[in-house]
């Protein structure tokens, strides 16, 4: 089975890519998104799982977000071949702060515009033309909203926060909680999320859509994980607590794991404990 990885480079498209074995559609490895050439070397895959986006936030950066994150998309979902496989790394923000009307997020929880700047919007964009192609070129499609995937760190990507809070201990640097530590999340290791995408690929399921993350067994709020990382490393964080950073929106966040339990029979193996210990050392 021949699986290609776009953003192969980067920071989880790095660890997956090593998981499958997989090739990478990256610049790193001269191909772009958009160059219409490029984007047809997905006809030669079995299984093409879609990492690379665009991920800035700002205000500036919107038309270039919805560049590469939907006609990027587009482009290679037009070369997608018939019972091939396309898998989509979208977020958990497309819910916006409707997600804080639920202690556990699932699926049903709307994704009406609140407020979510063109990174979330560009995702959602996305999943509906992933609906359109799929079903009109026949091939199957898996759209996974994904909570904090967390990975070691990787050469020249910038890591998300928990890997930053790592990086943080190891170095002794110190550390901006937001709202002095009090959100929760839902915290998945990368080779968990990699091991949904081949639940998927092995399934019968022709379109899926799923939230996913670590779940309430691997939700701790920023405060607790930070004592979790001092505990597997040994290691003594250095908090500011004079100067907080701004609280997020939701401030609790939790996937609800019930609908890609029942369809994929999958669940997380790599405990949030366990998991820490592969960011240290």
Same mark, same amino acid.
């Given at each position: 089975?021949?699986?290609?990885?776009?953003?192969?480079?980067?920071?989880?498209?790095?660890?997956?890519?090593?998981?499958?074995?997989?090739?990478?559609?990256?610049?790193?490895?001269?191909?772009?998104?958009?160059?219409?050439?490029?984007?047809?070397?997905?006809?030669?895959? *079995? #299984?093409?799982?879609?990492? &690379? $986006?665009?991920?800035?936030?700002?205000? =500036?950066?919107?038309?270039? /977000?919805?560049?590469?994150?939907?006609?990027?998309?587009?482009?290679?979902?037009?070369?997608?071949?018939?019972?091939?496989?396309?898998?989509?790394?979208?977020?958990? *923000? #497309?819910?916006?702060?409707? &997600? $804080?009307?639920?202690?556990?997020?699932? =699926?049903?929880?709307?994704? /009406?515009?609140?407020?979510?700047?063109?990174?979330?919007?560009?995702?959602?964009?996305?999943?509906?033309?992933?609906?359109?192609?799929?079903?009109?070129?026949?091939?199957?499609?898996?759209?996974?909203?994904?909570?904090?995937?967390?990975?070691?760190?990787?050469?020249?990507?910038?890591?998300?926060?928990?890997?930053?809070?790592?990086?943080?201990?190891?170095?002794?640097?110190?550390?901006?909680?937001?709202?002095?530590?009090?959100?929760?999340?839902?915290?998945?290791?990368?080779?968990?999320?990699?091991?949904?995408?081949?639940?998927?690929?092995?399934?019968?399921?022709?379109?899926?859509?799923?939230?996913?993350?670590?779940?309430?067994?691997?939700?701790?709020?920023?405060?607790?994980?930070?004592?979790?990382?001092?505990?597997?490393?040994?290691?003594?964080?250095?908090?500011?607590?004079?100067?907080?950073?701004?609280?997020?929106?939701?401030?609790?966040?939790?996937?609800?794991?019930?609908?890609?339990?029942?369809?994929?029979?999958?669940?997380?193996?790599?405990?949030?404990?366990?998991?820490?210990?592969?960011?240290?050392?």
């Amino acid at each position: 089975m021949k699986i290609l990885v776009t953003g192969g480079s980067g920071f989880l498209g790095t660890h997956v890519r090593k998981f499958f074995d997989a090739d990478d559609f990256s610049r790193r490895s001269n191909l772009d998104l958009l160059n219409l050439q490029d984007a047809q070397t997905v006809e030669e895959y *079995d #299984v093409v799982i879609h990492l &690379a $986006a665009h991920l800035d936030k700002s205000p =500036e950066a919107a038309e270039e /977000v919805f560049l590469t994150n939907v006609e990027g998309t587009i482009n290679l979902l037009r070369s997608m071949r018939r019972d091939s496989v396309f898998i989509f790394a979208s977020t958990k *923000d #497309v819910y916006g702060r409707f &997600a $804080a009307n639920f202690p556990l997020v699932s =699926e049903s929880c709307p994704t /009406v515009y609140g407020g979510q700047t063109a990174l979330e919007w560009s995702k959602l964009i996305a999943e509906r033309y992933i609906e359109f192609y799929a079903a009109q070129n026949q091939f199957r499609s898996c759209i996974f909203r994904l909570s904090t995937v967390y990975a070691r760190r990787s050469e020249g990507n910038t890591p998300n926060f928990v890997t930053h809070y790592a990086d943080a201990l190891n170095f002794g640097e110190r550390l901006q909680l937001p709202a002095n530590g009090a959100p929760v999340r839902d915290f998945l290791h990368v080779e968990d999320f990699a091991r949904a995408c081949q639940a998927f690929t092995e399934s019968v399921i022709r379109h899926g859509l799923y939230n996913l993350g670590g779940g309430q067994q691997n939700a701790a709020s920023l405060r607790d994980l930070i004592g979790k990382m001092e505990t597997v490393s040994g290691l003594q964080a250095v908090i500011d607590e004079e100067n907080p950073a701004p609280a997020p929106i939701p401030l609790n966040y939790i996937t609800d794991l019930s609908l890609i339990t029942q369809e994929l029979d999958w669940k997380p193996e790599i405990s949030l404990d366990e998991g820490l210990k592969t960011l240290f050392g």
